[in-house]
């Protein structure tokens, strides 16, 4: 079976760092992604890690742990344009598609 | 310029009605999905096809019915629509395995 947990809604002020942590348990697993979801629009992709550790991207970092079934997604600096839903999803062992969490909406406030 | 493009954006009809929704891709990626996404914003994959073979359906009615006539085409037709089916539905598109590049959705509502 496929079970992708994360917290529904988190809340965060301006110029501060939050973490959106993920769990998995998969049948099968090729990688994890996240999505950046602004409320209207199709979600975008953020970021991907297949190995344990620590990707960065700017004011966006995603870290990775196989062993444990987690991931985190760090945000730094956030701005007020960085409150939308984000996207925990899992890649399928044959890689023919991504099983999404059911998603955290983070609202950054002045 | 449109990497996925879908269409309609908007969709509003009745109960029971038949409605297609088109989607192309300028990528050249080899394969495509339709997800739905519910009113909390749960984004489920329905089918995925690749080269135009179907490799991925989850469970979805058969009133809903892909149809991929080329590698760049993936359309939804739903047949007697109902009032649960009522979401929006993105068509995505991505290299085997990698990221998935989404189109703009389409917002369904069966009144």
């Known amino acids: 079976g496929q079970n992708i947990d994360q917290p529904t809604e988190m809340t965060a002020t301006e110029g501060a760092i939050v973490q959106i942590n993920c769990t998995y348990q998969?049948?099968?697993?090729?990688?994890l992604f996240w999505y950046q979801q602004h409320a209207g629009e199709a979600p975008t992709f953020l970021s991907y890690n297949v190995l344990d550790g620590l990707e960065e991207k700017g004011r966006f970092s995603s870290f990775l742990s196989r062993s444990k079934g987690y991931s985190y997604l760090l945000l730094k600096e956030l701005q007020m344009k960085d409150s939308a839903s984000y996207l925990c999803a899992v890649a399928n062992q044959a890689g023919t598609a991504l099983i999404f969490g059911k998603g955290t909406t983070l609202s950054v406030s002045s | 310029d449109t990497a996925v493009s879908q269409t309609p954006k908007y969709l509003v009809t009745q109960m029971g009605n038949d409605k297609s929704i088109k989607c192309e891709q300028n990528l050249g990626h080899d394969t495509m999905y339709w997800y739905k996404q519910d009113s909390k914003k749960f984004l489920k994959i329905m089918f995925s096809?690749?080269?135009?073979?179907?490799?991925i359906n989850e469970t979805v009615p058969n009133r809903f019915s892909p149809k991929s006539p080329d590698k760049a085409h993936l359309n939804l037709h739903i047949n007697s629509l109902e009032l649960g089916d009522s979401a929006v539905y993105f068509c995505?598109?991505?290299?085997?395995?990698?990221?998935?590049?989404f189109g703009s959705g389409t917002q369904l509502s069966v009144l």
């Open positions: 995505a598109s991505s290299p085997a395995g990698e990221k998935l590049f």
């Open positions: 096809y690749n080269n135009k073979e179907l490799i």
């Open positions: 998969t049948s099968g697993f090729n990688g």
